[in-house]
Structures are given as structure tokens and as C-alpha cells.
């Protein structure tokens, strides 16, 4: 049993690794006309990381990730504070509504928002100040379960009591009990919505396009250009969404053993 356990996971490792190992191995040949590269080379990612560009576009997605995790967790960890202690029957209804992203495709949201943003006194189409808020809606899902677990975990209404006892107000509470308290599920949900927003490219190319342009829209252009220097960036992206996503699962695990140890 143990055999075949160990069977059906290496092959399932197979199934998700090969296509990022091929697109490697892709990057790193400088000519593969037959089942095997004839030579590999460096240039293409020489090239990547030589090209101002790359490090100008990657820049505006840091920039674009970071705003949209600032913002969800600005909104998200207050919202969640009041539904807990003053409207837990909303959590719900909360939880409902912050699937909706996965529900509506972003080239809707992105035709909504134009036509939207387009005249004044808003006519913000086209900048980065459409495209933040836009995608923090997108990723928003992403963090919110993971804030959310914290706050069930978390005996928020008893901690919000204990420190009401000693003169603190809502704010006080919110700024030194509670986020201290869920942080852990806070920087885990933020970090799988920075990868989610790092990669954003469908809202990125509609809102914005060539006007601001992310790495993702950078990879879109280069793909007609050089097919090894775009192999080259999807590896790459895919090592920072790797990273990012065990820091997170890591954050998680820290997380469980101290409430194991707390319960002990």
C-alpha cells in the first residue's frame, strides 16, 4: 500500500513538474529543432535580466501586488472585527459575497469599469489608480479565507471583553489584541494574494495595457519575439509563486503548532 501511495504521488509530481522542467530546459537551449536540444546557452536569460524593461514592468507588478494586498487586508481584517463581535449572522452573507470574483470573468469586470471610468469626474481609465482597486477585488478571496480561519481560531469576542475591562476602545482593541492575535493568517492570506496579483494579466492588459505595463503583459509581448526569453520569464514566475506559496504554507503550519501549544 505504502508502494502505491508512493507510486500515485510521484506521478503526480510528474504531472506538475515535467511542464515546468521542459519550459526550463526550453530556456536554456539556444536551438531544439529535434527530441532533444542540440546546445544550451544562456542568452536568453542574459538577455532577460539585461533588458531595463523587464526590471521597469516587474517593478509596476511588485508595485500593483503590494497595493492589492495593503488594500484587502485593510479592508478585510476591520470588516471581519465588526461581523464577529457586533453581526456574526453576516459572516455568511460575507463569505458569499467574496467568491464573487470567481464568478464573473475579469474581461466583464474590465468593460464594466471602463465604460465606468471613462468620462468624468472619474476618468481614471487606463491608470494604475483603476487598475489597484480592480485588482484587489480579483485577489480579495484569496486572503479572505485565510484571515477568516484566523478569526474563527481566535477567541476574538473574550479578548475584545478582557481589553474593554481595562478602558481600551474598538480601535485600541482592533490595532493591539486582535491583529496581533490573527497576524499569522493575515501575512498567510496576503502572501497568496501577492502571488495572485503578481500574475494578474487579463485586468493588466483591458485596464491598462501598454500605458503601464505589468511583467505579465511584458511576457505577453516577448512571446512573439523570443520564445526562449518568455520560457525563461514563466519559469521565474513560477519560482516566486512557488516561494511565496510555501512562505504562506509555512506560515500556516507555525500558525497550528502555536494554537496546538496554547491548547496544551
Known amino acids: 500500500m505504502t508502494f502505491l501511495r508512493r507510486g500515485i504521488i510521484g506521478l503526480l509530481l510528474a504531472y506538475l513538474l515535467l511542464p515546468i522542467l521542459m519550459t526550463l530546459v526550453y530556456s536554456l537551449s539556444s536551438s531544439w529543432t529535434e527530441l532533444v536540444p542540440k546546445a544550451f546557452s544562456l542568452e536568453a536569460w542574459s538577455h532577460l535580466f539585461g533588458d531595463p524593461k523587464f526590471w521597469a514592468d516587474g517593478g509596476r507588478s511588485l508595485i500593483l501586488a503590494f497595493s492589492a494586498v495593503a488594500l484587502s487586508i ?60 480592480a485588482v484587489t477585488v480579483v485577489v480579495m478571496p484569496y486572503a479572505y479565507r485565510a484571515v477568516a480561519n484566523a478569526f474563527e481560531s481566535a477567541d476574538v469576542r473574550q479578548l475584545a471583553e478582557a481589553a474593554r475591562s481595562l478602558g481600551a476602545s474598538d480601535l485600541q482593541i482592533l490595532a493591539w489584541v486582535i491583529f496581533p492575535t490573527v497576524l499569522p493568517g493575515v501575512l498567510s492570506g496576503g502572501v497568496l494574494a501577492l502571488s495572485a496579483a503578481f500574475g494578474e494579466f487579463s485586468l493588466a492588459q483591458l485596464l491598462v495595457g501598454s500605458s503601464w505595463e505589468t511583467l505579465p503583459y511584458y511576457q505577453y509581448l516577448t512571446n512573439s519575439q523570443d520564445g526562449h526569453k518568455s520560457a525563461a520569464i514563466s519559469v521565474l514566475a513560477f519560482a516566486i509563486a512557488w516561494g511565496l506559496g510555501s512562505f504562506a504554507l509555512g506560515l500556516r503550519s507555525s500558525d497550528n503548532l502555536k494554537d496546538a501549544v496554547t491548547l496544551a
Open 74 to 133: 485593510f479592508f478585510l481584517v476591520p470588516t471581519l472585527f465588526a461581523i464577529t463581535l457586533y453581526a456574526p449572522k453576516l459572516s455568511s452573507a460575507l463569505e458569499f459575497f467574496s467568491l464573487w470574483p470567481f464568478v464573473f470573468p475579469g474581461v466583464i469586470m474590465a468593460v464594466g469599469l471602463i465604460k465606468i471610468f471613462s468620462t468624468p469626474p472619474l476618468a481614471i481609465s487606463g491608470t494604475p489608480w483603476l487598475l489597484i482597486p
